[in-house]
């Protein structure tokens, strides 16, 4: 069983945080020490390129704590991840100061063109970072609390909710677009000049947010993986497969997916607002729809439920996409719902969870021709290796992910 | 009647659902320290009676009294359980996807709330109290074991472990042995009169064998209502028991 935890689950999670902090190091030297004539010059399109994907693997990890853990399906985590970002937005407006178009040291350009008189109140406080920074974690956060608050609460689970969280999303999507909301409206936030002081353009600069990117990875799978160990993550998981039971037990399931859901808020946000001065605009597209439903195919092609799985789909599935509208651009999202339509089909548990399954049938069989080698009965130890590694404690259930009803 | 020495009271209960009455003036009274078996066919509304108790269905009227004041009908399942009632479901619910030890981690009596959970650390007293548990509900063997990979009955017997850890006044339990076989039925019996014995318990069955094996005053449900109330013997000589449940 220990032995087990060691070489499964948690080694892949130090392996995973060991890869980011690696990248986080290596990615930047390769792109400003090294001479671009070098094989191993890494270009500075290609380090904001994979620096936009670890937002996106972020965001697929703040999904799966709820997805994954808690049978959240939200399709609306896109609305956490773009506030996040415009928050971040409107601190990079207002590093802009008096270069804008108009050279007016207080409003950006946008306001100006609509005539705004003042700076409107929601905007004060975002010319200091630090103002910005507990911003991108709190208005996510605040979000979902009060939204899990009500859902929660009134007990609506499964699709009802899928669907609540869509049209949440909906509903700020259609509120951003608009002028008199005060960001910038179908325009959204762009020609951002420095952060901190740096040039957002610079090589440097790139690189430092590269970095920042995987670091802040890092730390979230670390966290995500201590709250899934924790007596509070199994507790995650039994609201996930037998909420009743949880509450006959005095627990209170409705708190136990707020946390999750709050937390996993502020994780997005936090991916918005790393993402945005490395692709330099945020804008009201960012609430699609659409963009919630990619981050649950990132996660479902991963491999919901085991923290690194999300991280490769998200990686995969961008880069995917990446390559797909450089060469036929007119067949991305045939090619991602054909993807998706596979996934559902083929690989209920996503690659991880294939790779999981493979690893347990090899162990099993090597354990059964290692036990005919030394002459012991194969039958034997068989079964008992099969399930261990096959049902990892936690794992989504093989007889159906969807939670029982208990009667 | 007076509340004031009983552990469960119900009077005049009744609940519809889409006009249909499942439970209908449905009075029951269980002593402190008392076992108490209810049978009844299908349908007559020994789980609808269960799911007033625990918080679950609220009755349309009458009163529902624990522990002789406490109206449970005001609470909602959380803060029941947490009062000392804790309940085996009909359908064996355990948590499949966690080892044995887990659930019962999960079961053990303790503060409720998210932030000890997400820092708790399992103190030396826990796992004596677990490995207790273990060893009554006879799965110490299966401790590391997938909740999923239990047979049937030792999931039932993993249920009734997490009703202990939980440490109730009283237990409702409904049909624990459901799928057992004899000689699994005849440990679940004693199982059951072992906890009996410092516990309140009700246990809904209908294998016959088995609550004459627990040997306590039987309730007969009908219709939502009682039919018959009294020993064993008495209740399965009552001739309006023996047409409802051969007359059909
Ligand atoms: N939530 C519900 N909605 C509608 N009908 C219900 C509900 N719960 C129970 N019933 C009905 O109430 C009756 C009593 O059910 P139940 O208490 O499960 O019976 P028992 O446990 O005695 O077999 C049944 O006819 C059942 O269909
Ligand atoms: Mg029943």
């Keep these: 069983m220990i032995a087990q935890r060691l070489f499964g689950a948690d080694r892949r999670i130090a392996i995973a945080i060991f890869v980011l902090l690696a990248a986080a190091v290596i990615v930047p030297v390769l792109n400003l020490a090294v001479s671009p004539s070098s094989a191993f010059y890494i270009p500075s399109y290609m380090v904001a390129l994979t620096g936009k994907y670890l937002c996106y693997a972020l965001l697929a990890l703040a999904l799966d704590l709820v997805w994954g853990y808690c049978g959240i399906l939200s399709l609306g985590h896109g609305a956490f991840f773009a506030l996040g970002g415009y928050a971040m937005g409107m601190y990079l407006m207002r590093q802009i100061g008096s270069r804008g178009v108009y050279g007016n040291p207080i409003l950006p350009d946008f306001m100006v063109f609509l005539n705004y008189k003042e700076l409107p109140w929601f905007w004060y406080g975002f010319d200091h970072f630090w103002f910005a920074a507990l911003m991108v974690l709190a208005v996510p956060g605040l979000l979902a609390f009060i939204f899990g608050w009500f859902a929660f609460r009134s007990r609506v689970t499964g699709v009802y909710l899928s669907i609540i969280t869509q049209a949440m999303t909906y509903a700020l999507l259609l509120a951003f677009f608009r002028n008199d909301m005060g960001f910038g409206g179908n325009n959204g936030l762009t020609d951002f000049k420095d952060i901190l002081g740096y040039n957002v353009q610079a090589d440097a600069t790139r690189s430092a947010l590269f970095a920042a990117s995987a670091v802040t990875l890092a730390l979230a799978v670390f966290v995500t993986a201590a709250i899934v160990r924790s007596k509070y993550g199994k507790l995650l998981m039994a609201v996930r497969d037998a909420e009743s039971r949880t509450r006959f037990l005095g627990w209170r399931a409705e708190n136990v997916k707020l946390f999750a859901f709050t937390v996993s808020a502020v994780m997005a946000g936090i991916a ?100 005919e080698e030394a002459g012991a009965d194969p039958v034997e130890p068989e079964p008992k290796i099969v399930r261990t590694a096959a049902r990892t404690p936690g794992a989504w259930s093989a007889t159906g992910p969807e939670p029982q009803p208990a009667e | 009647m007076s509340k004031s020495n009983t552990i469960l009271y119900l009077d005049g209960v009744s609940v519809s659902f889409d006009g249909f009455r499942a439970i209908n003036n449905l009075s029951l009274v269980l002593d402190k320290g008392e076992m108490r078996a209810i049978i009844g066919p299908n349908g007559a509304g020994k789980t609808t009676m269960m799911d007033i108790v625990t918080g679950k269905t609220r009755p349309d009227e009458g009163e529902v009294f624990f522990d002789g004041q406490v109206d449970l009908t005001r609470h909602d399942e959380a803060e029941i359980a947490m009062m000392g009632i804790g309940r085996k479901f009909q359908k064996p619910t355990v948590f499949e996807s966690h080892s044995v030890e887990d659930n019962l981690m999960l079961a053990l009596k303790g503060p409720r709330s998210i932030f000890p959970a997400l820092f708790h650390r399992r103190a030396a007293a826990e796992t004596r109290r677990i490995d207790d548990i273990l060893g009554i509900i006879r799965l110490g063997e299966k401790r590391n074991e997938l909740a999923a990979n239990l047979s049937h009955g030792q999931k039932q017997w993993l249920e009734i472990g997490m009703l202990l850890a939980q440490d109730p006044k009283l237990l409702l339990v409904d049909e624990p042995v459901a799928g057992m076989t004899d000689a699994e039925t005849e440990e679940t019996a004693r199982l059951l009169k072992d906890i009996a014995r410092d516990h309140s318990v009700v246990v809904v069955e209908h294998d016959m064998h088995f609550v004459r094996e627990l040997g306590v005053k039987v309730t007969c449900l009908h219709e939502g209502s009682v039919l018959s109330e009294g020993t064993l013997d008495f209740v399965s000589a009552d001739e309006r028991v023996v047409e409802v449940y051969l007359g059909r």
């Design chain 1, 272 to 371: 918005g607002a790393l993402y945005v001065p490395q692709v330099g605009i945020i804008n009201p597209g960012e609430f699609d729809p659409a963009n919630s439903i990619e981050v649950v195919i990132w996660t479902a092609v991963g491999g919901r439920g085991t923290i690194v799985g999300p991280i490769i789909g998200a990686l995969l599935v961008n880069a995917g996409k990446s390559w797909f509208t450089g060469v036929l651009p007119e067949f991305w999202l045939f090619a991602l719902g054909g993807l998706f339509v596979a996934v559902t089909l083929l690989l209920p548990k996503g690659i991880v969870g294939m790779w999981d399954g493979w690893r347990g049938e090899g162990k099993a069989s090597r354990a059964a021709s290692l036990a």
